[in-house]
């Protein structure tokens, strides 16, 4: 368990900068998970702070301790790589124990560690097999127990789920929530999986281009993105945007709208605008209902229904030819062509001085 | 329609096993032509050659051969020279090369790349183009041995083992070799505080069976048939190896069937060897398959 500091953190292969300045701070025991799309430095960054990869630039303090030359095995680390990294040529019991012999730890101690991380990720009936006779699930579950039998400091996961199919990949998620909150260990959990991402973590960070785009709770992000990115990113299906254009500009208010769009004033959150300018409106699916009465705020006609059971979701095209998603919360069939009027509750929507 | 078919395949598994055997036979015959004369004596050796008794144990069958063999020259001494020298050049020459490969694909060095380029250039250089230099260079270098320090390398093993260990060849297999290796492996291995010896000791090494037999047989069948340097390096006896050995059964009159012989006797080693390392090459394939 420790703290971990990340100040002015850089890496360039050559004259290419891949991680452009990252300050992170993880707190003792905290879950967080790096998010973001492929290639924006994820794994980059983990590897830095495992200390396979060099620091080009910046401080990476564990547990108070600058640790920016030490090697890996010295930085009370342990690591679960994508693709598991267990030795073939080794059993279970000698996978999990392969830290423990190398450091000359002695026998009795080695095999109490080795029964507690089986018995935690409940193994004990695999120990003497073979890598290659044990599933992807199972693999996995060795490539954790080889790091808990460390007792790290800190846990890296670099998208260890990636490589298991949907059902084992929601248990596995399951299990390594659960571990942390048996463990209590600061971990830093690596994925391009949102859902990943909003259900383990104590708190998201959003990373794009090398960069953080924003870091905090997970229904902070959701509810509260601190620009387009993070907004789109982040909430399945993704928020709807939407071009629009500023008439007003209050206190704490933006009024906006477009072809398909009256009016609608929407809370500023201390970004600027000014009258004019063109902007976009984000508005999540699952907070667009079609208006029972009144004419409604959007004007489209629906292209398509899906029914997904728990939601419906309606594809629908606006009066200006732009696309947008509805997410019912109930089954509701509308014939394609149908005209819709909908409704949102300006407080859930979300206004971006960017353009897409 | 399913009798059609699987006459079909029927035919063409023994049109296969026709051609697998056909080449079977090319690459046996002459050693079944080899292991039949070395029991005739020469008369019958030679008149057998023009028909198809070449590869039968017909006519007059003795060991008479092998006991001529052995004395008209020291078989057991060059087989055993043979066998020391190209057991421990290989040995060494998979020690150092997979060390030199380790270093070039896992460690971080400046220059790395242009050494291991210059390494594969010699690829491409005869051994006839650098026998002399090479020659030149042993006959002065120093050695320390039991009976004290000299000058000079000839008439050694040391001189027919050491500078054949290093190749470009075998470093270029392990180069190769270790790159496909999963980087992971390694990394894990790091971070879980393997030292690089560790490493290659506990994880590459035991993933290399493949690459170990063959480079090592690769080695042995350079090793065992050494001829041109021994021949220049080593004029005494008891060093000689067994190519160097045929020429004994050159002189005046050609005895083919001591030549026979002789070549079934130094073939014994070479079987041996290919026998072993099999069994190690289909046992090191099945435990480390790395399977996703
Ligand atoms: N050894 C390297 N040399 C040069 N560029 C590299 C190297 N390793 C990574 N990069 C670059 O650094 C960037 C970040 O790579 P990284 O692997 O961290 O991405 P990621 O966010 O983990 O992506 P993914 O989700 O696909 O795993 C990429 O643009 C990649 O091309
Ligand atoms: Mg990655």
């Known amino acids: 368990m420790a703290t971990v500091k990340l100040r002015g953190i850089r890496k360039s292969y050559g004259p290419v900068e891949v991680i452009k300045g990252v300050d992170i701070d993880i707190n003792d025991g905290e879950f967080v998970v790096f998010v973001g799309p492929s290639g924006c430095g994820k794994s980059t960054l983990l590897r830095m702070i495992a200390g396979l990869e060099d620091i080009t630039r910046g401080t990476l303090e564990i547990d108070g301790k600058r640790v920016n030359d030490l090697e890996p095995s010295k930085r009370g680390i342990a690591m679960v ?256 062509g149908t005209e819709v009027n909908l409704n949102f509750d300006p407080g859930q929507a979300h206004v971006f001085p960017e353009q897409r | 329609m399913a009798a059609i078919s699987s006459d079909n395949h029927g035919l063409r598994l023994v049109v296969r096993y026709a051609v697998l055997t056909l080449i079977a036979a090319i690459f046996i015959f002459p050693l079944v032509f080899m292991v039949m004369s070395s029991f005739k004596p020469d008369l019958q050796l030679l008149r057998d050659t023009s028909s198809f008794r070449a590869f039968l144990p017909v006519g007059d069958l003795s060991l008479d051969n092998y006991r001529d063999a052995f004395t008209r020259a020291p078989v057991a001494t060059f087989v055993f020279n043979s066998v020391l020298v190209t057991g421990l050049t290989v040995l060494l020459s998979l020690l150092f090369c997979s060390l030199a490969a380790f270093s070039f ?91 690089w010896w560790q490493i290659y000791r506990k994880v590459v090494m035991p993933l290399s069976g493949p690459v170990l037999a063959t480079a090592a047989i690769l080695k042995f069948l350079v090793m065992y048939n050494q001829y041109l340097w021994p021949l220049i390096v080593v ?15 050159f002189q005046l009159d050609t005895a083919w069937g001591e030549i026979m012989a002789y070549l079934t006797v130094i073939t014994v080693p070479v079987l041996a060897f290919y026998l072993v390392l099999q069994r190690a090459f289909i046992a090191s394939i099945a435990s480390t398959g790395v399977k996703g």
């Open chain 1, 81 to 336: 790589f994508q693709t598991y990294a267990i030795f073939p040529h080794m059993s279970v019991r000698e996978n999990v124990a392969f830290g423990l012999t190398i450091n000359g730890v002695g026998k009795a101690e080695k095999e109490a560690k080795v029964a507690e991380a089986a018995r935690i990720l409940q193994m004990e009936h695999l120990l003497d097999r073979r890598p290659s006779a044990l599933s992807g699930g199972q693999r996995q579950r060795v490539a954790i127990g080889r790091a808990i039998v460390r007792d790290p400091k800190v846990f890296l996961f670099d998208e260890p789920l990636s490589n298991l199919d949907a059902a084992l990949r929601m248990d596995m998620r399951m299990e390594i929530g659960k571990l942390h909150q048996d463990l209590g260990a600061s971990m830093i959990y690596v994925t391009h999986d949102q859902v990943e991402a909003m259900t383990l973590a104590d708190r998201i960070v959003v990373l794009k281009d090398g960069q953080v785009m924003q870091a905090g709770a997970p229904m902070d992000l959701y509810h509260e993105p601190a620009n387009l990115f993070v907004a789109g990113f982040l909430g399945a299906p993704s928020m709807n945007f939407m071009d629009v254009r500023v008439s007003e500009v209050t206190e704490s208010n933006v009024t906006v709208s477009n072809g398909a769009l009256d009016p609608v004033a929407v809370p500023r959150k201390g970004r600027d605008f000014t009258p004019g300018q063109q902007a976009t409106l984000g508005v999540r699916p699952q907070y667009l209902s079609p208006a029972e009465t009144g004419r409604g705020m959007l004007h489209g006609r629906v292209a398509l229904t899906e029914r997904l059971g728990s939601e419906t979701v309606l594809d629908i095209t606006l009066k200006d030819g732009s696309k947008l998603i509805a997410a019912l919360g109930e089954d509701r069939i509308l014939a394609p």
């Open chain 2, 105 to 195: 694909v896992f460690l971080n060095w400046t220059g790395r790349s242009v050494l291991l380029s210059v390494i594969l250039a010699t690829l491409i250089v005869p051994f006839e183009t650098i026998a002399i230099p090479l020659l030149l260079l042993v006959s002065k270098l120093p050695w320390i041995g039991l009976d004290g320090f000299q000058i000079g390398w000839l008439n050694s093993y040391r001189v027919q083992i050491i500078p054949w260990i290093a190749d470009g060849l075998t470093i270029f297999l392990f180069v190769q070799y270790f790159k496909d290796l999963p980087k992971e492996l390694i990394e894990a291995s790091r971070v879980e505080g393997a030292s």
């Open chain 2, 235 to 249: 004029q005494q006896e008891s060093y000689r190896p067994v190519m160097v050995g045929l020429q004994y059964f």
